[in-house]
């Protein structure tokens, strides 16, 4: 079986324990051994973590240790999958760039706030990850973030739609979903998912069930293609206050 980290906290606003439960639900109907955290202590042990196949943070706005952000990271460089979304992973935790740069976005706006409809756009890409998926819309945050440009982009949403600052710089798509690459290891993010029931509608959780799957096979594709993980990036010693 392939084993799952799902640690969640931080604000409360985005029903975090929630949204953790139905992650774990899905894993375990795709047979996943999964743990449950509330504490990111559960990232302190680096060995542990390398010895998973996926890591998922539910955790939005909260400070957390740079030997927990290191040992991540370093898990992930090794192969570990590494999938959320909304704030849980990309306004995780503001002030470390080290999390930024390996997540490949932060939140920085929802102009709108809850409750804006939108349109989110499928993107035709290499990744099967989308694979058959049409255009929805979902009435929700729409998130505007600054996004990494190595990231491949799976599906997107255009803005302005509600009015702002930003709507006179004319109409942009902004990326809703992306992969990217870590070292050896995947990792996911879907900007969807406010509140659970968000994340629960069947083209969002879709979307998510893709992501971990895809994510959880980083090892055995490194394997496959026989790549082998580098000394690990510790990363920037000015990246949070």
Known sequence: MK???IVWGGWDGH?????AGIFSDVLKQEQFEVEVSDTLEAFADAEKLKGLDLI????????????????????VQSGVGLAGCHGGMCDAFRENVDWQFMTGGN???HPGNDGTEYVVNIKQSSSPLVEGMKDFTVKSEQYYLHVDPAVEVLATTRFPISDGPHAANGA???????????GIGRVYYNSLG??????????VKEMMRRGFLWTAEGKENAARQGLEAGAAYTGMADNQL
């Open 3 to 5: 084993k799952a980290l």
């Open 194 to 203: 406010h509140v659970a029931n968000i994340v629960d509608m069947p083209e």
């Open 172 to 182: 942009v798509d902004m990326p809703v979903a992306w992969t990217k690459r870590w």
């Open 15 to 19: 029903e975090p324990q929630q949204v």
């Open 107 to 109: 939140w920085v706006a």
């Open 56 to 75: 998922i943070p539910v955790w939005t706005m909260g400070r957390i240790e740079q030997q927990l952000v290191d040992n991540v990271s370093a898990a």
